[in-house]
């Protein structure tokens, strides 16, 4: 009896775990696992890089979605700086705050 009460107690030797709490365990799982970045095609890419320099020469608001393993972000607002070299923009949102996003990560643009 003494060794079933080291480290922690009795619940230490009586783990049981119901099936309901087993499915939604699961399933809590499959939401939070981490999901791959899908492949964009040619004219795709085309597409968005087209928006970006619109939003950039023309000062128009656009709406990104950057990739992200959990969830989607999506971001409003104005391209105004494109470094070529590091592949990223500068997005400058309405309230003046802004954000530098890798081109690679970017999902898609519409205006």
């Known amino acids: 009896m003494r ?10 030797t009586s783990r049981i775990i ?16 981490e999901k791959e970045k899908p492949i964009l095609d040619e004219q795709e890419v085309q597409i968005i890089y087209g928006l970006l320099n619109d939003s950039f020469h023309q000062r128009i ?4 979605t950057v990739f992200d393993p959990i969830e989607d972000k999506v971001y409003e607002g104005i391209v ?4 070529t070299f590091l592949k990223e923009i500068k ?9 530098y996003i890798k081109l690679a990560n970017i999902m898609s643009v519409s205006i």
């Open 80 to 83: 105004s700086v494109v470094n």
């Open 61 to 64: 608001r656009i709406r990104v």
């Open 91 to 99: 997005l400058v949102f309405a309230d003046g705050d802004w954000k």
């Open 3 to 12: 060794s079933r009460l080291k480290d922690n107690g009795l619940y230490e």
């Open 18 to 33: 119901m099936p309901e709490h087993r499915e939604a365990w699961l399933a809590q799982q499959e939401e939070t696992s």
